[in-house]
């Protein structure tokens, strides 16, 4: 890859463009600085939804209401679901890093659709505040949990329909966000930048953006009929009337299955770009990792209806779910088995992005099969609805996407911020990270296997210790996410300089400044090889 | 769909409007998608009620808006092909007959709607409750359906507006047409989702 070397360019933090001081951050049409628009958003709500699941958790820590009732309990996990859901996990990689390092990755100077991009943004901020409304106004928060579910999201009194009209402003964001990524992957890829060479990362924004344009608005329909339903009576959800809440619970799985392929995809797309780097090795399969992934997005988009397995949908209807769900597992294997293979016989370096990639393994790997388990019919009635599936899901979200998250986030730091963290450190939280989760997700996982319904903010003593034990393990897993983020502010602040490609990575956002110049290139680079050809470095490093 | 803007030289992309424009057809053909499961899933469940209902629906004034949009259609069409031949007054021209006949699709639709109103026929009205759950189903999603997509109708009618304020600004021309036809496509898309409405409300019976 060419190196674009013109003296000295001056970084896209120097570079305000038309406006000045905040107008020059919340009008730029700069991909890099709506990129850390939305990742100073992102990280904010996700700080106010670890602090309701510390709550929540705080209250199943002793059976009998311990801090709290059973109205408040629903409103926190119905919260801590729509935050971490609709303004956390779906949009973070691909709003901050896809827009950030998307068009770096492909030799682009922007996205295709500027100006429709930071109206994403605009529209995500807007979603945001109708959500934070809905909290604060009416006869409540909502209390459905973050599923909405008919006929009770048509009765309850508290604030159900503004929030889905958040969710249905955020989901206009999210489909915007999605055209304007696949169309600037299919138009403004570099001359020599063939699908084969690009980084898999990209591979990984691609798929999902086109998830997030064929299956969002379908839950957007979806919110606009609850929201009409509650103004107007008119009764497609409203058994009642005559309305089935059975085809509810289709058109939101419609969505909201594909939905956590939205959010796992990207991650893998990280995982992916990161391990061939630590080992210095070309990664093992590529078409197969870029060719899984869109078939992750395809097949999974077909797999809905195993969240209804004991809802009242015809036998025909869960086995075809269930096999379905089965095949999707393939794919997601493939990778994993994939990036297995990369790290053999590599020559590793023992860097933060590197473990943080192994966790993300291992935690994907525990999600991946109890989701096998959960998906077998027979095993499904017996864990439906307790704390198994919620145990299961955060193996795959947070254990999975939220430990590529940070993976992307320690591999590209540098780059963003031209800031290098303090390396011990980061293992050192991450190794605390890694033990609170386990101990939180596996008591819950342990929990759901011996009964212990979901949703509910009392318990039967039996369930005494694991609960205890989960409480614990959340407290441990918030104390390494201090450290990881305590850590990198520190170097936000007083980090050494990073350079301009600390880890020696081959794909293009390595071979130009730290931070990035505006406009990224001076001239368009010219590819000539694929995105993990380390022969370069081998001979001068 | 705008030209890409904010890079060093001006970039622009015709094909890469297109695309995006095509990918926004399609993630509003999956919204329409959910409310025609709906439909279909309630009409096998009760095709004698969806029958009985679609019979008090006014054949003659659907038949009249589907003409109304159908032509509209086609004024767009050629205002279209008129601005890529530089025909400017024409394309004018077109482009405001365009925007009427949504408008009047519009009104037509907003009589149609008052007839039912006027006889106690909307969504939570105690003449629709008192009617079999079917009947209620069939004229909610009516409501729903056809309110829908005339919004969708008046979004179409504001953004030739605007069109048409471009191509009086010489910002729409001979040799920069793609707003235009990207805004064409949607007016067709929004038309083609008429033409899927009126043979499900109005003469399936």
């Known amino acids: ?541 | 769909m705008d030209e890409a803007q904010g890079t060093l030289e001006e970039v622009r992309d015709d094909t890469g409007a297109r695309l995006g424009m095509w990918f926004f057809i399609l993630s509003e053909l999956l919204f329409f998608g959910g409310m025609f499961i709906l439909y279909s899933a309630y009409r096998y469940k009760n095709p004698t009620a969806f029958h009985l209902a679609s019979m008090e629906l006014d054949v003659a004034l659907g038949t009249l808006n589907t003409l109304v949009l159908l032509t509209s259609s086609l004024s767009v069409a050629i205002s279209i092909a008129a601005i890529q031949r530089g025909e400017r007054k024409i394309s004018i021209v077109l482009l405001i007959i365009t925007v009427l006949l949504g408008l009047l699709f519009l009104v037509n639709k907003g009589f149609e709607w008052g007839i039912k109103i006027e006889h106690g026929l909307y969504p939570n009205s105690s003449v629709l409750l008192g009617r079999p759950k079917g009947e209620i189903l069939f004229f909610g999603l009516y409501y729903v359906m056809t309110g829908l997509h005339g919004l969708h109708v008046l979004v179409g009618v504001a953004v030739f507006s605007v069109m048409l304020r471009f191509i009086l600004r010489d910002k729409i021309n001979q040799t920069r047409f793609v707003p235009l036809e990207n805004a064409g496509l949607y007016w067709h898309l929004v038309d083609i989702l008429w033409l899927f409405l009126f043979p499900l409300f109005y003469l399936i019976r």
């Open chain 1, 1 to 541: 890859m060419t190196s674009t070397g013109v003296a000295e360019p001056i970084s896209f933090y120097h570079d305000h463009g038309r406006y000045r001081g905040i107008l020059s951050w919340v009008l730029s049409l700069d991909h890099k600085r709506i990129g850390l628009l939305y990742m100073i958003f992102v990280f904010g709500f996700f700080m106010i939804g670890v602090i309701l699941g510390f709550f929540m958790r705080l209250e199943m820590i002793a059976p009998g209401g311990a801090i709290m009732g059973p109205q408040r309990y629903n409103s926190l996990f119905t919260l801590h679901g729509i935050i971490m859901i609709f303004l956390v996990v779906i949009p973070a990689i691909p709003t901050v890093f896809g827009n950030f390092f998307l068009p770096i990755q492909i030799g682009a100077r922007d996205v295709a659709f500027p100006r429709i991009n930071l109206l994403s943004w605009w529209l995500y901020i807007s979603g945001a505040t109708i959500v934070a409304l809905a909290v604060f106004t009416g006869e409540g928060p909502p209390d459905t949990g973050w599923t909405f579910y008919a006929p009770y999201s048509l009765r309850t009194t508290v604030n159900v329909p503004l929030a889905v009209f958040g969710v249905f402003i955020l989901g206009m964001s999210s489909i915007l966000t999605g055209i304007n990524f696949v169309t600037t992957t299919h138009r403004l890829r570099a001359p020599g930048m063939t699908w084969r060479r690009l980084p898999l990362f990209v591979w990984g924004i691609y798929s999902t953006s086109w998830v997030q344009i064929l299956a969002t608005p379908v839950i957007g329909i979806t919110m606009v009929l609850i929201f009409l339903e509650r103004y107007f009576g008119v009764g497609v959800f409203d058994p009642t009337r005559g309305g089935d809440p059975l085809l509810y619970q289709h058109l939101f799985w419609i969505y909201s299955h594909p939905a956590t392929y939205i959010m796992i995809l990207p991650a893998m797309g990280i995982v992916s770009d990161v391990i061939p780097v630590f080992a210095r090795k070309r990664i093992f399969g590529y078409m197969a990792i870029a060719v899984s992934g869109m078939a992750i997005a395809a097949v999974g988009s077909l797999v809905w209806g195993h969240h209804m397995f004991v809802s009242g949908q015809s036998d025909f209807a869960n086995m075809l779910f269930s096999l379905l769900t089965f095949l999707v597992a393939v794919p997601s294997a493939i990778k994993v088995f994939n990036w297995i293979a990369t790290l053999h016989k590599g020559s590793l370096v023992l860097e933060p992005p590197l473990f943080f990639c192994l966790v993300f393994i291992f935690l994907f790997s525990i999600g991946g099969l109890t989701g096998l388990i959960q998906g077998a019919l027979a095993p499904n009635m017996h864990l439906h609805d307790t704390y198994w599936i919620p145990a299961h899901f955060h193996y795959i979200i947070f254990g999975g996407m939220g430990f590529g998250l940070f993976a992307g986030l320690h591999y590209w730091f540098p780059k963003m911020f031209g800031r290098m963290y303090n390396r011990r450190m980061a293992m050192g939280a991450l190794v605390v990270m890694f033990v609170g989760f386990n101990i939180f997700y596996f008591s819950m996982l342990l929990l759901g296997w011996e009964g212990m319904p979901r949703r509910y903010y009392d318990y039967l003593p039996q369930f005494r210790s694991l609960h205890l034990s989960a409480t614990f393990g959340s407290w441990i897993l918030i104390a390494g996410l201090i450290l990881m983020f305590g850590n990198l502010f520190r170097a936000l602040v007083k980090g050494e300089k990073a350079g301009d490609n600390p880890w020696d990575g081959a794909t293009l956002e390595w071979q130009i400044a730290s931070p990035p110049p505006t406009e990224n290139f001076a001239t368009i680079p010219v590819v000539k090889g694929g995105p993990h050809d380390f022969k370069e470095f081998e001979s001068h490093g």
